[in-house]
């Protein structure tokens, strides 16, 4: 069965750095949108950013564009989202879910989420 498991969360220091990983089983990334998306407590989900596999494109969300970085690794089937210069309101819930068609499609596919924590 289709799964994604995230990891890499954790706590970090303002101005630092994440990697989150965002691995595939039960499916290969090549026709698949793969999204990043964060909740906060009391705040909406937020796509962060997502890759489109087929074309190769990027979206980011205008509150993490030139900090974030999403990328993947066609050899481990895992999509990472590269997160610098964090600030605290970057803390949430990270979830990466799998889109069928493109970067609009609907995200059908969805990890457990992994914690980041922005805090001096």
């Known amino acids: 069965q289709v799964q994604l498991v995230e990891a890499g969360g954790g706590l970090v220091q303002p101005g630092g750095s994440l990697r989150l990983s965002c691995a595939a089983s039960?499916?290969?990334?090549?026709?698949?949108?793969i999204g990043w998306f964060r909740q906060a407590p009391g705040k909406e989900r937020e796509r962060v950013s997502c890759?489109?596999?087929?074309?190769?494109?990027?979206y980011y969300a205008d509150s993490v564009k030139d900090r974030f970085t999403i990328f993947r690794d066609n050899a481990k089937n895992t999509v990472y989202l590269q997160m610098s210069r964090l600030k605290p309101e970057d803390t949430a819930l990270y979830s990466c879910?799998?889109?069928?068609?493109?970067?609009?499609?609907?995200?059908?596919?969805w990890g457990q989420g992994t914690q980041v924590t922005v805090s001096s």
């Open positions: 879910a799998a889109s069928g068609s493109d970067c609009r499609g609907k995200f059908g596919s």
């Open positions: 890759l489109s596999t087929r074309d190769g494109n990027t």
């Open positions: 039960g499916f290969t990334l090549d026709y698949y949108a």
